[in-house]
Every structure is written in structure tokens, then in C-alpha cells.
């Protein structure tokens, strides 16, 4: 069982920036694909950025040359960054994580993680 613990929502007028984290309850955190999904009020959840235990990433179109997934394995934290944020940003951001090794076609489904976090709270004002 790996436990999720998101941090760094907030509130943040357009065109700014924020630092979303999220913490591993497991040393062996960097042999897991992780992924940040969102979710809108009345909108399914959403792929934002993902990373596979190899490196690779995948994005988003919408958030594409905005945001930066990375991760610190030695202190078993995931990591987005959003840039240049737009009000339809807005939404519950989740922190997702499975220890199968997930590709380029899996890396942003829903399906694809077992392990969630309860979500940090992003909003984004005009």
C-alpha cells in the first residue's frame, strides 16, 4: 500500500505560477509510474502529466510547454510545476501512482493508477 500526500494548491491569479507536491509513503517511490490528474466541478478527471519509473513523461496538449512534471526519488516526491496558469486550469489536482511500468499510451488514463491522493484544491482567477 503506498499513501499520497499532495501539497502547494492555492489560489493564484492568471498568468502565475505554483508548485504542486506530492509525497510517497515509500522508499522505493522512483520504481513507480506517477501522474498529476485533475478534475473540474461537473468534468471527468483528466491526464495532466505523467512520469514512468524510466523517465519518460507525457503530457497533456492543454498543458504542454506550461507545466513540468519531475521527481526527486531520494526524497520520494513528485513534483509539477505550473507556469503561465489560465483560469481554465482551475480544478482538484490528484496525485496518482502504480508500480507497473505504465508507456506512452497508459501514462495519462485513469485507469493506469491504483494508488491516489485525496487532492490539492488549484484556482485560478481572471
Known amino acids: 500500500q503506498v499513501q499520497l500526500v499532495e501539497s502547494g494548491g492555492g489560489s493564484v491569479q492568471a498568468g502565475g505560477s505554483l508548485r504542486l507536491s506530492c509525497a510517497a509513503s515509500?522508499?522505493?517511490?522512483?520504481?513507480?509510474?506517477m501522474a498529476w490528474f485533475r478534475q473540474a466541478p461537473g468534468k471527468e478527471r483528466e491526464g495532466v502529466a505523467a512520469?514512468?519509473?524510466?523517465?519518460?513523461?507525457s503530457y497533456a496538449d492543454s498543458v504542454k510547454g506550461r507545466f513540468t512534471i519531475s521527481r526527486d526519488n531520494a526524497k520520494n516526491t513528485l513534483y509539477l510545476q505550473m507556469d503561465s496558469l489560465k483560469p481554465e486550469d482551475t480544478a482538484m489536482y490528484y496525485c496518482a501512482a502504480d508500480p507497473r511500468f505504465r508507456g506512452r499510451i497508459s501514462r495519462l488514463l485513469v485507469s493506469g493508477y491504483i494508488y491516489w491522493g485525496q487532492g490539492t484544491q488549484v484556482t485560478v482567477s481572471s
Open positions: 515509500t522508499y522505493t517511490a522512483g520504481r513507480l509510474s
Open positions: 512520469v514512468d519509473s524510466d523517465g519518460s513523461t
